[in-house]
């Protein structure tokens, strides 16, 4: 084989850059080990607090050496592969902006009944409508005021430069579709820095796009409720005047001299003396304040700094609240030493230091220095009387980002008449001094004031990047355009969860490819043994590609892991088939082995093709957990191509290098002749196929119509709580009291995974997203499970005795997204059954084939559907949720796997059969293929059984379905997708031509 020496440099390249790349992985899980070791204490328990710290303290600390590279921590984490929530628990949110509050701040709170009763229909709207808000306002706003203009409730004094009377609805619109944009990023903003703060290893925020949400992980939450509450806080904006260091000189002299005092008092007691030192320590704390200067921001890279503070270091009259200063022109310090600062700022004792109408607060991000130092700067503010800042953000009318005079970028803010009067008296007294822009206790900007601005129109010009400028104007929109968020979907999962989750994962991984290594090498002998090989490659890469795209693998990426596994074999057993049936033909070794892999190269072209496809589509309309699951399988695919045709083909040869006489097998003796003389009238039995099929996909609609599907909260919305218990709890006694306790709402109660654990859903006020409602079901499903079972609830399960239960875990989704998610879905698999059509139709440019492939995949997911209707008539009730839609398009991607063989021989066969019918055609086609479908079938089903045993109840439905599917998928290559084709060319083989 041509290009040898390139595949094995491209082997060798990604092997060592996958290595390279989880080595960074390997380091992470040893720190974080080194953590909890750190943070247990005697009896056990984990303090997380406690853990956080420790990391904390190495963040930008070198923690690894690679061949002389140093990384620290904060790399480190950057680059490792990380755990979705599943696998580690945590706590996943997803919030909603509240356009209504936005379009209210825009009309200035008008109370016109016109514009309340448009947005209130709106607002109803919204459930079931795809729309957006904006538009499903002025759609009602058109019903109900056909003779109105928008521009009659916008054109207020806060808007005279952008609406008036005259002003048409479009444009109208178009302003306030910008607001609630801007009030989306503003929030996405705010949220950021606020989870940033939280004290959590690898937060992740982002926006979904054109949705109006953010979503929102949190790994290792301990405190849900603390979560909900700073999430959904409404972000308070305010002015608030500098204090320079001079004028709190003294209030920092004596913080320093109590630290010290501390500090010498512990010296001591470890060294058992005692020594006086306070007179010193005074002396040395009022010079050190004379160290720093108020001057505003500037100097903090002056050269003068390190030598000005070198004495501090190491001195012993010194707290850290010194030594550890950055600059002698303000409290600037090191970002890896602000936990030790806050540690001392925020004890009662220094804070008593301070003066009474003083606060402390840091710089919202960091400056970075030339060598990469990140520094961050702590303010002195002054408040008035009760606490009150001089200005806050309601008399904000609007802040643009704008150029200043020497074309820098800047913002553009201006005010209400209430807000000028009050900032002109404000800039007038503070001329020359600092004026903090404060939001969330975090300090945007402090600009200073160079003159008196008496009309409320101020321009704030500094050291702005264009986005910097942008994202301070929007900040400077919080007061006036408040965002209030709401949480329509949510999900914790339990650290016992997550570790069982990633228990059963990696189990089911290593069980999977263990049966298919067995089973390859035991049917395909030396054959086998190198597509071993390429499978083993091809799991590495996998792990490796996702560490390098800081990816998270998640249970249900566990889930494609497993079946590439499977599917990755179908490239090998393709090729070997091929090799196996030339070499029957009578061809010599190194013959066989050059056409097995140039006559199978299409056929594993266009397979992996269609199921990239479903996994495209998956990734483009799913969310969440279907996402990883997607990222995984594309991922996988193209892992498998690589490996099981070029590596493989690499290997091969050279195994062959001693020509026809090499020792390289495809063949055991027991398998040596299995299924090669396969002379089946498959095409025949077509009607009986079809009969079969209609008999069973009637029976599961038939059920669906009227005993329904179990619809996860996905799809219809509601809560779901996984409680766990010490012993068995009787599930249908549980059912009978929650029932009552939640005014028979539907509620499901059923055991999950054990007996021992129950999984509760209700729908009990589904359409309330309020924290309120979600503490009332909360309660109710306690007091329920109480009263029912006699036993005490307990908040961790740390803490479970034998007559206790606690919820380990809780999801919930809003009525509004579970409707999103329900259409996101049905989009996902109409999209992949045109998107495979069209393909089907491009490469065997014949309608017929694109309709017999969608005809098959129809009758795939009908089925499969049904098999989850009879079931639950059996008492094996499987939920159909996001997880069950990634199901089904995988088997659509596995069923056209099939088919697409299938089309490929009957291809190839028509070019060689000149005279032979299309019924011939077809009938030989399926024959000379059926080896590789069983045998595909045969390794997928192994890893899926697997996954169905040891994937646990998370993956149960998903595992299921795919069985199902797997079954179905071979059967509709054989039994429907190719006698449909036939049936719609209805002649002989002029119809259908190669």
């Keep these: 084989m041509k290009n040898n020496g390139f595949i094995v440099f491209m082997t060798i390249l990604v092997t060592v850059l996958c290595i390279y790349y989880l080595s960074f992985t390997f380091v992470s899980n040893s720190i974080k080990n080194d953590a909890i070791a750190y943070a247990t204490g005697e009896d056990g328990t984990v303090d997380f607090s406690k853990r956080q710290q420790y990391l904390d303290s190495i963040y930008n600390v070198p923690v690894y050496n690679l061949l002389?590279?140093?990384?620290?921590?904060?790399?480190v984490q950057e680059m490792e592969l990380n755990l979705g929530l599943d696998l580690q628990g945590g706590m996943h949110v997803t919030l909603e902006i509240s356009p209504v509050d936005i379009i209210k701040g825009l009309s200035g709170n008008n109370q016109d009944e016109a514009l309340i009763n448009a947005l209130e229909t709106a607002r109803e709207r919204q459930n079931t409508s795809q729309s957006t808000f904006v538009d499903l306002f002025y759609q009602a706003f058109q019903e109900q005021n056909p003779n109105k203009k928008l521009s009659e409730f916008f054109a207020t004094s806060a808007n005279r430069d952008r609406i008036s009377f005259e002003t048409e609805d479009s444009e109208v619109l178009r302003i306030i579709r910008a607001e609630v944009d801007d009030a989306i990023d503003r929030s996405f903003n705010i949220l950021r820095t606020r989870i940033d703060r939280f004290g959590t290893s690898q937060p992740n925020i982002q926006k979904l796009e054109n949705t109006g949400r953010i979503q929102i992980e949190l790994p290792g939450v301990d405190n849900p409720e603390r979560v909900r509450k700073l999430l959904q806080g409404v972000a308070k904006l305010e002015f608030l005047q500098v204090v320079e260091i001079n004028e709190v000189s003294e209030a920092l002299a004596a913080a320093n001299e109590l630290l010290v005092a501390e500090q010498k008092m512990?010296?001591?007691?470890?060294?058992?003396?005692?020594?006086?030192?306070?007179?010193s320590s005074e002396e040395e704390s009022g010079s050190l304040a004379d160290l720093l200067q108020a001057d505003g921001e500037e100097g903090l890279e002056s050269d003068s700094t390190e030598s000005n503070l070198d004495s501090l270091e190491g001195s012993e009259n010194v707290s850290p609240l010194f030594s550890l200063l950055k600059s002698q022109y303000g409290l600037v310090y090191d970002i890896t030493d602000t936990a030790q600062i806050n540690d001392i700022i925020q004890r009662e004792d220094v804070q008593a230091l301070f003066p009474r109408n003083t606060r402390l607060l840091w710089d919202v991000k960091p400056r970075t220095l030339d060598d990469g130092t990140e520094l961050l700067e702590l303010y002195v503010v002054r408040t008035q009387r009760g606490n009150q800042a001089l200005l806050t953000g309601e008399v904000v009318n609007d802040a643009r980002q704008t150029f200043d005079d020497v074309g820098q970028p800047a913002v553009d803010m201006s005010m209400d008449a209430t807000g000028a009067r009050k900032w002109a008296k404000i800039t007038r007294e503070n001329i020359n001094n600092r004026i903090a822009i404060v939001l969330d206790n975090y300090v945007y900007s402090a600009p200073?004031?160079?003159?008196?601005?008496?009309?409320?129109?101020?321009?704030?010009?500094?050291?702005?990047?264009?986005?910097?400028?942008?994202?301070?104007?929007?900040?400077?929109?919080?007061?006036?355009?408040?965002?209030?968020?709401?949480?329509?979907?949510?999900?914790?999962?339990?650290?016992?969860?997550?570790?069982?989750?990633?228990?059963?994962?990696i189990l089911s991984i290593v069980a999977g490819l263990g049966m298919v290594l067995i089973f390859m090498v035991a049917y395909y002998a030396k054959g086998g043994l190198i597509a071993n090989i390429a499978l083993v490659f091809n799991v590495f890469f996998i792990l490796g590609i996702l560490a390098q795209l800081n990816a998270a693998l998640t249970l249900p990426g566990i889930a494609g892991i497993v079946l590439t596994i499977g599917m990755s074999i179908d490239a090998n057993v393709l090729i070997f088939e091929r090799i196996r049936e030339e070499m029957r033909e009578g061809s010599p070794l190194l013959k066989a082995i050059t056409s097995g892999y140039s006559k199978a190269y299409s056929s594993i072209v266009d397979a992996n093709v269609t199921t990239f496809l479903t996994g495209a589509i998956l990734y483009w309309l799913g969310q969440g957990p279907v996402k990883g699951f997607a990222i995984t399988l594309m991922i996988g695919?193209?892992?498998?191509?690589?490996?099981?045709?070029?590596?493989?083909?690499?290997?091969?040869?050279?195994?062959?290098?001693?020509?026809?006489?090499?020792?390289?097998?495809?063949?055991?003796?027991?398998?040596?002749?299995?299924?090669?003389?396969?002379?089946?009238?498959?095409?025949?039995?077509?009607?009986?196929?079809?009969?079969?099929?209609?008999?069973?996909?009637?029976?599961?609609?038939?059920?669906?119509?009227?005993?329904?599907?179990?619809?996860?909260?996905?799809?219809?919305?509601?809560?779901?709580?996984?409680?766990?218990?010490?012993?068995?709890?009787?599930?249908?006694?549980?059912?009978?009291a929650l029932d009552g306790k939640l005014e028979d709402a539907g509620t499901e109660v059923k055991t999950y995974g054990a007996n021992n654990i129950l999984k509760v859903t209700t729908s009990y006020l589904v359409n309330e997203e309020s924290t309120e409602a979600d503490n009332t079901v909360k309660t109710k499903i306690i007091e329920g499970i109480a009263e029912a079972t006699g036993k005490e609830y307990v908040t961790t399960e740390s803490a479970m005795g034998d007559n206790n239960f606690t919820i380990s875990g809780?999801?919930?989704?809003?009525?509004?997204?579970?409707?999103?998610?329900?259409?996101?879905?049905?989009?996902?698999?109409?999209?992949?059954?045109?998107?495979?059509?069209?393909?089907?139709?491009?490469?065997?440019?014949?309608?017929?084939?694109?309709?017999?492939?969608?005809?098959?995949l129809f009758h795939d997911t009908l089925f499969v559907?049904?098999?989850?209707?009879?079931?639950?008539?059996?008492?094996?009730?499987?939920?159909?949720?996001?997880?069950?839609?990634?199901?089904?398009?995988?088997?659509?991607?596995?069923?056209?796997?099939?088919?697409?063989?299938?089309?490929?021989?009957?291809?190839?066969?028509?070019?060689?059969?000149?005279?032979?019918?299309?019924?011939?055609?077809?009938?030989?086609?399926?024959?000379?293929?059926?080896?590789?479908?069983?045998?595909?079938?045969?390794?997928?089903?192994?890893?899926?059984?697997?996954?169905?045993?040891?994937?646990?109840?998370?993956?149960?439905?998903?595992?299921?379905?795919?069985?199902?599917?797997?079954?179905?998928?071979?059967?509709?290559?054989?039994?429907?997708?190719?006698?449909?084709?036939?049936?719609?060319?209805?002649?002989?083989?002029?119809?259908?031509?190669?």
């Excluded at 990047?465 to 900040?475: H, K, S, V, Y």
């Excluded at 045709?645 to 398998?671: A, H, L, N, Q, Y």
């Excluded at 809780?810 to 059509?837: C, H, P, Y």
């Design 266 to 279: 512990k010296q001591a007691e470890e060294s058992s003396t005692d020594e006086a030192t306070t007179e």
């Design 865 to 994: 559907l049904s098999a989850f209707a009879i079931a639950k008539l059996f008492g094996f009730s499987f939920e159909i949720d996001q997880v069950f839609i990634a199901a089904i398009l995988t088997v659509i991607g596995y069923s056209i796997n099939d088919t697409v063989v299938v089309f490929d021989r009957i291809r190839e066969t028509l070019g060689i059969k000149s005279k032979a019918t299309n019924e011939e055609t077809f009938n030989m086609a399926i024959n000379q293929t059926i080896s590789r479908t069983l045998m595909t079938s045969i390794t997928t089903l192994l890893v899926i059984l697997v996954l169905f045993i040891f994937g646990g109840e998370v993956l149960r439905g998903f595992s299921f379905a795919l069985l199902v599917g797997i079954v179905v998928g071979t059967y509709s290559s054989i039994f429907i997708a190719t006698p449909v084709v036939l049936d719609l060319a209805k002649k002989k083989r002029k119809v259908i031509e190669a």
């Design 810 to 856: 809780s999801s919930k989704v809003g009525a509004t997204i579970a409707d999103d998610i329900r259409n996101s879905s049905q989009e996902s698999v109409i999209f992949a059954l045109i998107a495979i059509f069209i393909y089907i139709l491009i490469r065997f440019r014949r309608w017929q084939f694109g309709l017999g492939a969608v005809v098959a």
């Design 448 to 505: 200073i004031v160079n003159q008196e601005i008496p009309n409320g129109k101020s321009v704030i010009s500094g050291n702005f990047t264009i986005e910097e400028a942008q994202d301070l104007a929007n900040i400077l929109k919080a007061g006036s355009l408040p965002a209030p968020t709401r949480i329509v979907e949510e999900a914790i999962i339990g650290p016992t969860l997550g570790k069982e989750a990633r228990a059963q994962g």
């Design 68 to 75: 002389g590279a140093e990384f620290t921590y904060k790399e």
């Design 637 to 736: 695919i193209a892992c498998s191509f690589f490996s099981a045709v070029f590596i493989t083909r690499v290997i091969v040869s050279w195994m062959s290098k001693r020509g026809d006489e090499s020792k390289i097998s495809f063949s055991t003796p027991f398998s040596k002749n299995v299924l090669s003389n396969v002379s089946f009238n498959f095409i025949n039995k077509r009607k009986m196929a079809y009969i079969s099929s209609g008999i069973i996909i009637s029976i599961g609609i038939v059920l669906m119509v009227t005993k329904g599907l179990t619809l996860g909260v996905d799809f219809t919305g509601g809560r779901s709580y996984i409680v766990r218990f010490a012993e068995q709890v009787e599930t249908t006694k549980l059912k009978v």
